[in-house]
């Protein structure tokens, strides 16, 4: 149990940290941009989001840095993120609660996949090293050196038209109400198939080379020879000795590398329009809507963290040692 | 000291060779160029023909200048922040490593936090803070988020150096703690200090590429990413102008491509393990095939008869 509570109170600190960062970010910027922004919506914010927005950017310059740390800290606590002045005027919550479903469900289904397609191939290719498999490497590399978003321009010139089945861009048919009957299920999937399809080719590339790498790494540890010595059928000791040493660093690395996941799957809806999150960001940027930007940064954040800890308890299944008293 | 040069695999010197390429186009890139890349022209969304080769854009501009001239930019962020990644990732690595005690702890905790946060959403935030951000201010965000990675593997391989035989009778023999770091850790650290900079220099050239591709860095240098902006803008795509966004796309693929194949040679001098076994599959004098395992020596018992068989 020392180790669920050390990475416990690692994932507390983390959290404290951008919590941090996102406190002091908007009070860098030169001349506040914001002061402006409100100043333009004057008469139609009403003074408790005013109030609120004064935490956020720190505007009301009479109170400490640190009174106003507390404030913010307050109001986070209360789940409050400000209003979104492109989206005026609704809540920056409401505006990340209708946009992380979309990337919730691509990032979470894609990395999944690409994560079991990328070591299912690397046990496959650690553990044939030296025949025709290691011709596969050179290919994968150069597919997960394309950026994400260029592998998403060329699909979408590839494989949609106007005849094309495929849709081009965003997550379901303007026409359509979003809701769980299985029209507009059957029409945001065929819109996810080619931003999924994108992430997963480029990503699948990187689990296989850490795999294979494992693999081989494994194949020659004495365990090995012992079980082939044994008799144990080849199959056997692929799968029940080498592959499931091999596997722990990945499972490790997984959350890890889901932080540069989450950058490229952002620029993935940013070429797809993609309604999510990534989309919502970039949007922001470009309309200076930084309510906005602060909440989707914290939220993005809190997701990676939540992953984070789920694949540590994975990690507490595979591997005995981290559940040892001591 | 006495060094032993083997000429690098297939692999490496293929890596090699394209850096040399891009390299050599960062220097020479403007100088080369045909044309002006911000130059219109009345040759409005040429395909690549023999004056343009890689055609032009809506206004005329020579896309094969613009990217000539964008190595320049990619290439420099690129290795700026890879060297200012790699200089915090080895002061960190190392001190965390090689300190004991809550110190080391609390220095390698401050670089998972980097690893954890996601490092794109950070970057492009703080990079639209700072106003009229260039290539400098670019690679310097970059710099200062990349480093944590490398200082992972660094802290790491330190820890397990520390507990050496050469390190502890170094420390016997009453060596200054910058000695033992200096002369007897760094030296071994080498390859994985190469290797995390190439590593880096990647990850901060597609973050480069990144920015400029969604628009956030200031549009002040032609680099690969900014060509992709244009065409991205401009429909390119819709139109059928293919031509205005496969070459960056490439390019950016093959110095990728470059590095990683870089990487591969560096990670084989790490562990030899992972060399390339070359041929495992040996067919015998009677046309029966034997896999080379390792720890395993396969007996190639002749066959009686001319049907095989064992």
Redesign the interface.
């Known amino acids: 149990m020392k180790y669920f509570a050390r990475r416990l109170g ?1 994932y507390i ?2 959290l404290w ?2 919590i941090t ?1 996102n406190f002091f ?1 908007p009070r ?3 001349g506040n941009p914001v002061d402006s922004l409100i100043a333009q919506r004057r008469g139609e914010i009403d003074s408790n989001a005013i109030k609120s927005l004064d935490i956020l950017f720190g505007l009301d310059k009479h109170q400490s840095l640190l009174s106003q740390y507390w404030s913010y800290l307050g109001q986070l606590a209360h789940g409050d993120l400000g209003i979104s002045f492109q989206n005026f005027p609704e809540p920056v919550t409401s505006v990340l609660g209708s946009a992380l479903p979309w990337t919730l469900g691509l990032i979470g289904t894609t990395t999944i996949l690409a994560f079991l397609i990328g070591t299912l191939l690397g046990v496959f290719a650690g553990w044939k ?3 025709w498999v ?1 011709g596969l ?2 290919v994968t ?2 597919l ?4 994400y ?2 592998l998403g ?2 699909s ?2 590839l494989f949609t038209g106007v005849d094309s089945w495929l849709p081009s861009s965003g997550g379901y048919d303007p026409g359509l109400v979003p809701g769980w009957d299985f029209g507009f299920i059957g029409n945001a999937l065929r819109h996810s198939i080619l931003p999924a399809a994108t992430i997963i080719i480029s990503s699948v590339g990187g689990w296989l080379l850490a795999m294979r ?1 494992m693999m ?2 494994v ?2 540890e004495d365990y ?2 012992v079980a ?1 010595a044994k008799g144990l059928s080849d199959r056997r000791v692929m799968t029940k000795y080498a592959a499931r040493n091999a596997l722990l660093p990945s499972v490790s690395g997984f ?2 590398a ?3 996941v ?3 799957t ?2 993935v809806e ?2 797809f329009s993609y309604p999510g999150v990534g989309l919502q ?2 949007n922001a ?2 309309g200076h809507d930084y309510p906005l ?1 602060q909440g ?2 914290l939220t ?2 809190v997701a ?2 939540a992953a ?1 800890f789920l694949a540590d308890l994975a990690y507490m299944a595979l591997d005995p040692r981290t559940r040892k008293e001591g | 000291m006495k060094f032993h040069f083997r000429l690098p695999g297939v692999k490496v010197m293929v890596g090699l060779v394209l850096l040399a390429v891009f390299t050599f186009l960062a220097f020479f890139g403007s100088a080369l160029a045909p044309y002006d890349p911000s130059a219109r022209s009345n040759d409005i969304l040429q395909s690549p023909s023999a004056k343009h080769w890689f055609g032009t854009t809506h206004i005329g501009q020579d896309i094969f200048s613009q990217i000539l001239v964008g190595t320049r930019s990619v290439m420099f962020v690129g290795f700026f922040a890879g060297i200012l990644a790699t200089v915090i990732a080895v002061i960190i690595g190392v001190t965390s490593g090689y300190l004991s005690g809550w110190a080391g702890e609390a220095v390698s905790t401050v670089s998972n936090v980097f690893i954890v946060i996601p490092a794109l959403p950070l970057i492009v935030i703080v990079t639209n803070v700072i106003p009229n951000s260039g290539d400098w201010a670019i690679a310097m965000v970059i710099g200062c988020t990349g480093w944590a990675w490398g200082a992972r593997l660094l802290r790491a391989q330190t820890l397990s150096l520390r507990q050496r035989d050469f390190v502890q009778a170094a420390r016997a023999n009453g060596e200054s703690t910058w000695r033992i770091v200096g002369v007897e850790i760094l030296p071994n650290l080498t390859a994985i200090i190469a290797s995390s900079f190439i590593g880096t220099v990647m990850f901060a050239v597609m973050t480069e590429i990144a920015l400029a591709f969604v628009g956030v860095s200031g549009i002040s240098q032609w680099n690969w990413g900014e060509v992709l902006f244009w065409a991205q803008g401009q429909q390119a795509l819709a139109i059928g102008a293919w031509w205005w966004f496969v070459p960056a796309g490439l390019c950016i693929a093959l110095l990728g491509t470059s590095l990683a194949l870089i990487n591969f040679g560096i990670d084989e001098i790490v562990n030899p393990r992972l060399r390339g076994a070359g041929r495992t599959t040996v067919r015998t004098a009677d046309g029966r095939k034997a896999r080379m395992r390792f720890g395993f020596t396969p007996v190639l018992t002749p066959s009686a008869d001319e049907g095989g068989g064992r």
């Open positions: 690692f600190l983390t940290a951008a960062i970010i860098m910027i030169p090293r030296g025949t290691d490497l050179p590399t150069f997960s050196s394309i950026p978003f260029w321009l060329i979408v010139t790498n081989v790494t194949s020659a090995i020879t082939h959350g890890m889901l932080g540069l989450v950058g490229g952002f620029l940013y070429v960001l970039l940027i470009s930007i989707v940064f993005v954040t990676v963290l984070n």
